[in-house]
């Protein structure tokens, strides 16, 4: 074994290489983005310097607690395999003009989240500005509508229904103010008597998607006029 030193060389080159192509470079340019208010503006002590100005809200907001345990059942129960969640340029895909975003997503939209979603398969519709498309209440009882089975909204919908996140139950004696609004003569309601109410998990799953939007401008990535 005469050449054991060029072969460790060769291992530590090829290695150093590689580590420093694939995590230095990426740190060395995205390591330090960080929430950001829509406009920088000229530091006082140094004009080249970008700063943003004192008491703006950042962007992008962090999620609230519900919306985080949300996120895990998201997770959990595999979402992923059929939604991403980033948008793509125009000239890139249609995102934009399917009315997916309003404008690209960058990296900084990202900053805040331990674990990205963004996901590779688009059998359903992509899901990072969800929450801008259904809104408030409406959104909230179209979402629960759609996840106990999508065919109640979606006719012809090949995403699988969730019914297990929901509970039947007979209406004892008020129904409850968060029962399933069905849409009348929807073959899917319970039958009369009974009600259909979002678990803990369900209620949680549906804040997280109603909080997923990106409707606020980066420097980097203005929402078009
Ligand atoms: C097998 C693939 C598949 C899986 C898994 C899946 N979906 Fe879907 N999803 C679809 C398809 C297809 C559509 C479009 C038709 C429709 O609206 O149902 C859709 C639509 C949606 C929409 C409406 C989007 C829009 O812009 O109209 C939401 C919200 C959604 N899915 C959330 C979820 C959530 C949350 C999960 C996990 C609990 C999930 N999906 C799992 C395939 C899937």
């Not at 990202?110 to 674990?115: A, E, I």
């Amino acid at each position: 074994m005469k050449n054991l030193p060029t072969l460790f060389c060769g291992i530590f080159f090829a290695l150093a290489f590689s580590f420093s192509g694939l995590i230095l470079t990426g740190h060395i340019q995205l390591g330090g983005l960080e929430p950001s208010t829509e406009t920088l503006v000229p530091s006082d002590d140094d004009p080249n310097v970008m700063v943003m100005e004192e008491g703006q809200t950042r962007y992008p907001l962090p999620l609230s607690g519900i919306a985080q345990q949300g996120k895990q059942v998201y997770i959990e129960l595999g979402c992923i395999y059929c939604h991403t969640q980033q948008i793509r340029r125009p000239g890139f895909g249609a995102d934009i003009e399917r009315g997916w975003g309003l404008r690209q997503t960058v990296a900084r939209d990202y900053v805040r989240q331990d674990r990205v979603l963004l996901g590779t398969m688009r059998t359903g519709p992509d899901l990072a500005h969800v929450g801008g498309r259904y809104a408030g209440d409406a959104g909230r009882d179209w979402n629960h509508l759609h996840l106990y089975n999508p065919q109640t909204v979606s006719p012809g919908s090949t995403m699988p229904p969730y019914p297990f996140l929901y509970e039947t139950r007979e209406i004892i004696n008020e129904p409850s103010p968060k029962a399933l609004d069905f849409p009348a003569d929807s073959e899917y309601a319970p039958p009369p008597g009974y009600e259909i109410v979002p678990t803990r998990r369900a209620e949680a799953l549906v804040e997280y998607l109603l909080s997923l939007r990106v409707d606020y401008s980066l420097p980097e990535a203005p929402i078009p006029e």
